[in-house]
């Protein structure tokens, strides 16, 4: 295949599995408030922001009417648990898998970036080691709009300085799978998101992404 000029990873379940913190502490949260949560449901909220996720957590239930304040000390709740078991984290929570395909990826002078919905990317970058490898980071930090919608794909292109048509998105959740195709890119799907079934490419182990990359 042609050569892309740019890789987007998502964070979150794709270079780390942070994902399962995740879940952990929405669950805490759901438990504490008597609220249906398991797996599948989990499923619904990859990719998709702090305040959303709680949304889709609280929407069937009386707690789904709460005042704006309350919804937001509860993502706080959950931040803070999910927090403190990021504290946990470090290099060795980064497989040597995903470690030696970026390095390879390196060598061969593909641009990357981070494109995640998380305000804590910096943290978990900076826990695993990988602060200042990629060459831009978009994150939620930086976007107003969570995936689907496209607008973190498209900051992260900005900061490469390559157009959307020449970066290819990895991505284990179908919100951001949608995402990749919205901001007019091709997108690999990992994980949950294989599922889902709309990515261009399906992989299971992601040394696989060589064979697409180079
Ligand atoms: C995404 C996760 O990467 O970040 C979502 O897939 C999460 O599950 C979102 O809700 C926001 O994360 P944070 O760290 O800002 O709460
Ligand atoms: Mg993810």
Known sequence: MEIQKAVIFDLDGVIVHTDIYHYRAWKELADRLGVPFDETANNRLRGVSRMESLEIILENGEFSRLPATEKAALADRKNETYKALLQAMSPADLSPEVRGTLETLRKQGVRMAIGSS???????????????????????????NSKPDPEVFLKAAGFLCVRPQDCIVVEDADAG??????????????????????????????????????
């Open 118 to 144: 998380s305000r804590n990317a910096g943290l978990i970058l900076e826990k695993i080691g990988l602060e200042g490898f990629f060459d831009a980071v978009s994150d939620g930090n930086n976007i107003t």
């Open 177 to 214: 799978i949608e995402a990749a195709h919205r901001a007019g890119m091709k997108a690999v799907a990992m994980g949950d998101a294989v599922r889902a079934g709309r990515g261009d490419w399906n992989i299971a182990f992601f040394p696989e992404l060589l064979s697409i990359f180079l």
